[in-house]
């Protein structure tokens, strides 16, 4: 057995200090607030409330007794922006719930879910970044996650709906609902071009014409079956059912589309009410041509620079937007050339649109006979209509004023009263533009409809909502009908369907009690219901809506036991007001409505008289008029010479057309989106408390929340199950047991969070998510083990190939390494022959200078040696002829000074005296030689050194102690000259060194310099 938790006290002892919970308002309905205090003896509780939140007194004192219950709460769920799954709501009840859509529409969030139900709540305003594309990427990049991995968005239900198709290869539908101004028509179309986009995300599939066709094919619908209502400024006053198609051959990328209709309120043609419009398309035609010359095409510069008409209901002080009429007409025209429709066909649907509002400035002229009230055109006022509907101006007056009567053989005209002819051109009006409307529709299916076999396809379902007007007519019975079986849909899913099923597969399951609307749909569709009660009265001669009336209170009373008084019972479904005799109530699931039943038989037949059906039949000239009829012609010639008219009415017809959606609906797995208009003034900013709870309670919200979080909200086949997760477990014999394997196998335990039925597997919310993760993660991992085998396959083959090459280059590397280094070694050899011929060439010529500077030395110091002796032999000479000399001038100075001697002697003395002037020169002269001998004997070489000092020591042994002063000299000489930097050194030569060992030094010194100056090979190397 499921358990609830309820989450109210039941009792005074409940109430205690501290406790949050919320307490009902007449305004807010529910506010959260926390006891502060309780007074037993007054029965009286006192509540602090959050003033700056509800703009309510801080303290609130409320009376209590034993019946009073306060739905606990959450501290944390007051005042943060909610919880994105409602099923998460620790205290489950209609305050809870309240509170929560309240925080998330504050908060800019307008979409929760409720289980796999979407809250859709209408912001009033665009909120950029729930729509750019991040966010779109975002969510159509989800694989195996939940869509309750990301917050709540339209865009995972669509997204949703295109995954499990791929999956389970099975049509989807999206069933979005609410009542008018609830944002139905924008979300359908949001959840249409992420659906058109999912399969193509690269700019080039965007740019695909079927894309482009699917997406303008909106817009156009729009500005022919949209208009402006009290509730809503783009309210769809037609239902439409769409298909999109997916090709499984190219990836379930979308392939076409498929558009069904269903009625289209065509009575708002001739009549709107206070503030109220007519469809946006007339508005776009007439102010969008206003202000060009294209205006006179269709004779709308006739009638001012403003101009207006009958059938378009216009205030004084609404100001018109030209340039945005004109931006939407442009709009249209490009739709038109993507469904492939010329400029002559754009402007044949133009020409009679514009045909339609002057037929509404047809003037009837009354005329009085004493027989009976006929009338007639102002012909004036007819000529623009007829010209632009291409029909004789003769034949549109005689079908307005005149209708043919057949008895027996006999066939007369029969004149028209003035309100019969206002009829008659009224009906005609919103024929025509219901039958372009339905060719419009044509025309898309046949440029979008893709006929290949196979195809999947996902519903969008976008209907009116329910409504509930002062006057409420045959249309909003028609529009409530298509909600109540909407209703009876969602029921059907979420609680009967859901406790049948589970025990018909032996779950175990508490049964909950919930309102079912099948008897509300039996008053209307049953045998004895109100269509058939229509079809029965236009069938009758005298059949009217006052009979009409008291044949349902009749049946309703006998069905359900109503007095004749009208009392209702407690479980009636239709009642009757007192003191009325064509009005009527129907109970349904979102509330009460007051029908006026005047007009329900002309709506309910709704078919042109015979004059008019001939006049566009037979007499109309313009194509695509009678295109657009063909259908209709067709329609009424299988019904002609029938009996009985049913088939043909509008609410069998409708009756008809709502049960094949349900049946297409019931054969895919749908998914519901429940919009919610937050108040009545498009405010984006103001939330009716008492108007969104009243539309979540009719919207069976509260009750879904609380199957979701109590049952098992998600079951597939078993046989679907396995197939599916088989990689989670071994396989057993039993498909039942391979479940519970499956299942055990990742931890999940029964009944908590899963039960295996007869046929189907039930679990949890969260527990698919787990399995597809844990499904994707093993996938993943065979995935790995498959690549691994086929990249070692792959690695193996490449690596015998790269043996191979391998082999081939390194044969050839090494013979080019080889050519290479042979290369470089005769080129190396090459180098060290030429430098070692270069250092033996080097060498050579180093040997060679040095003996030819030896023999150059020899050679200069032999003579050297010559001009010394001879310099000395002088010298000495000189010294011995110097003596001589010096004895005869003292002989001589004897004699002078004795006897003065004679002018001969004295002369001769003069003589030795210049004699040895010119020796002592001579003498220095060699002196100077000597010492550059020994200046260039250092500036040849360190070899001459040793040979120098060894010719030192030589003349030092070889001269004894009489060469001792000399010696002494040229040591010193040679040593200083030797050692020192500059050329300056000499030798010097005492003038009293001994003459005899000068010249046994000159002969010694010789022999010794020929011994030693001779160099050998090895002192040159």
């Not at 025509?432 to 044509?442: G, T």
Request: glycine share 6%.
């Amino acid at each position: 057995m499921c358990r609830r938790n309820q989450g109210t006290p039941q009792s005074v002892a409940d109430f205690t200090p501290g406790v949050k919970c919320y307490y009902p308002h007449s305004e807010h309905v529910w506010v959260p607030a926390e006891i502060h205090a309780v007074d037993i003896d007054a029965r009286t509780l006192e509540l602090r409330v959050n003033n700056s939140v509800f703009n309510l007194p801080t303290k609130h004192v409320l009376s209590y007794n034993k019946d009073t219950i306060l739905p606990l709460q959450d501290g944390s769920e007051c005042y943060n922006s909610g919880v994105d799954d409602m099923v998460q709501l620790k205290h489950l009840h209609e305050a809870s719930i309240l509170q929560n859509v309240r925080q998330r529409f504050h908060c800019q969030l307008p979409y929760t879910y409720t289980g796999e139900i979407c809250i859709a709540m209408n912001p009033f305003q665009r909120i950029a970044s729930l729509y750019d594309q991040n966010t779109i990427e975002k969510y159509n990049n989800l694989r195996h996650e939940s869509i309750h991995s990301l917050p709540p968005h339209v865009y995972a239900i669509s997204v949703s709906a295109h995954r499990a198709m791929r999956l389970h290869r099975k049509n989807q539908s999206i069933l979005v609902s609410g009542e008018s101004g609830a944002g139905k028509t924008e979300t359908t179309k949001i959840i249409m071009e992420n659906l058109a986009t999912i399969g193509a995300t690269d700019e080039l599939a965007r740019e695909h014409r079927t894309v482009q066709r699917i997406l303008q094919m909106n817009p156009l619908l729009e500005s022919f079956g949209n208009a402006q209502t009290v509730r809503n400024d783009n309210s769809s006053r037609f239902g439409k059912f769409t298909r999109l198609q997916f090709d499984p051959d190219s990836t379930f990328s979308i392939v076409g589309a498929k558009c069904q209709t269903y009625l289209l309120e065509k009575s708002r043609v001739v009549k709107q009410e206070q503030g109220e419009r007519n469809f946006h398309i007339f508005y776009h035609l007439l102010y969008g041509l206003a202000l060009s010359t294209e205006s006179e095409h269709f004779f709308f510069s006739s009638r001012g620079s403003e101009p207006n008409f009958t059938y378009l209901r216009l205030d004084e002080t609404e100001k018109i937007d030209y340039p945005e009429m004109r931006r939407q007409l442009e709009q249209a025209k490009k739709s038109f050339v993507l469904l492939g429709l010329d400029s002559s066909s754009q402007c044949s649907i133009l020409e009679t649109l514009a045909g339609i509002l002057h037929l509404g400035e047809i003037a009837f002229i009354k005329q009085e006979t004493n027989q009976q009230e006929s009338c007639t055109v102002d012909t004036k006022s007819a000529i623009p209509s007829c010209k632009l509907l291409g029909i004789k101006l003769e034949d549109m007056v005689n079908a307005l004023c005149f209708r043919t009567m057949h008895a027996a053989n006999e066939e007369y005209r029969v004149p028209l009263s003035f309100e019969q002819a206002v009829t008659g051109r009224d009906a005609l009006a919103k024929t025509i533009y219901a039958n372009i409307f339905d060719w419009i529709v044509k025309k898309v299916n046949s440029v979008l409809a893709n006929e290949k076999n196979g195809l999947f396809t996902i519903g969008v379902l976008d209907i009116f909502g329910f409504e509930s007007f002062k006057v409420n007519s045959f249309e909003q019975l028609c529009i409530n009908y298509a909600n109540e079986k909407l209703q009876q849909k969602f029921t059907h899913d979420v609680f009967r369907s859901v406790q049948m099923e589970y025990e018909r597969e032996g779950i175990e399951w508490g049964h909950i009690s919930y309102v079912d609307n099948c008897r509300v749909l039996q008053v209307i569709e049953g045998r004895l219901g109100i269509i058939a009660l229509l079809n029965e009265e236009v069938t009758r001669p005298q059949g009217n809506e006052t009979s009409f009336v008291r044949k349902l209170a009749q049946h309703s009373a006998e069905r359900h036991g109503e007095n004749a008084t009208g009392v209702k019972s407690n479980d009636a479904i239709v009642t009757i007001p007192r003191r009325t005799v064509t009005e009527f109530i129907v109970h349904h699931y979102a509330g009460s409505v007051q029908y006026e039943a005047k007009g329900f038989m002309k709506k309910h037949l709704d078919t042109l008289h015979g004059d008019l059906r001939d006049l566009i039949q037979t007499k109309c000239t313009k194509q695509f008029i009678i295109d657009a009829f063909q259908e209709t012609f067709s329609i009424s010639r299988a019904c002609s010479g029938r009996k009985s008219s049913q088939s043909t009415t509008v609410g069998t017809q409708f009756k008809n057309s709502l049960n094949n959606l349900m049946k297409s609906i019931e054969e895919t797995s749908v998914r519901y989106i429940r919009c919610i208009k937050p108040n009545k003034n498009k405010s984006s900013n103001e939330f009716d408390a008492n108007m969104v709870s009243e539309q979540l309670r009719c919207a069976g919200v509260i009750d879904a929340v609380r199957i979701a979080r109590s049952g098992y909200p998600i079951r597939m086949a078993q046989s679907d199950f396995v197939r599916h997760f088989s990689l989670l477990a071994k396989p057993f014999a039993s498909i039942s047991d391979n479940c519970v394997a499956i299942l055990k196998s990742t931890n999940h335990t029964s009944p908590i969070d899963y039960q295996v039925g007869r046929s189907k597997v039930f679990l949890q919310d969260g527990v698919l998510g787990h399995l597809e993760k844990l499904h994707a993660q093993h996938a993943t991992k065979y995935a790995i083990r498959i690549q691994q085998h086929y990249r070692g396959y792959r690695a193996r083959s490449h690596y015998r190939q790269s043996i191979c090459a391998i082999v081939k280059i390194q044969s050839y590397f090494r013979g080019w390494r080889l050519c290479n280094y042979l290369s470089r070694a005769r080129n190396a050899v090459r180098k060290i022959q030429a430098i070692w011929r270069r250092y033996v060439s080097l060498k050579h010529c180093r040997l060679l200078r040095k003996e030819s500077t030896g023999m150059e030395i020899e050679q200069e110091w032999a003579a050297g040696d010559e001009e010394w002796g001879r310099a000395y032999q002088e010298n000495l000479q000189l010294r011995l002829h110097l003596k001589e000399i010096n004895e005869s001038t003292a002989r001589l100075s004897s004699r002078l000074s004795n006897d003065s001697a004679s002018r001969a002697d004295l002369s001769q003395f003069v003589n030795l005296q210049r004699q040895l002037h010119i020796r002592e020169q001579r003498v220095e002269s060699v002196q100077v030689d000597v010492n550059q001998l020994l200046q260039y004997v250092r500036g040849r070489g360190d070899f001459c050194v040793n040979d120098l000092q060894d010719l030192i020591a030589s003349l030092e042994i070889s001269g004894g102690g009489q060469y001792g002063p000399i010696r002494g000299s040229i040591t010193e000489s040679l040593t200083r000259t030797i050692s020192s930097e500059g050329p300056e050194n000499t030798l010097d030569f005492d003038e009293s060194d001994d003459s005899d060992s000068l010249l046994s030094y000159t002969s010694r010194s010789s022999s010794n310099r020929e011994s030693r100056l001779r160099l050998s090979d090895s002192d040159l190397d």
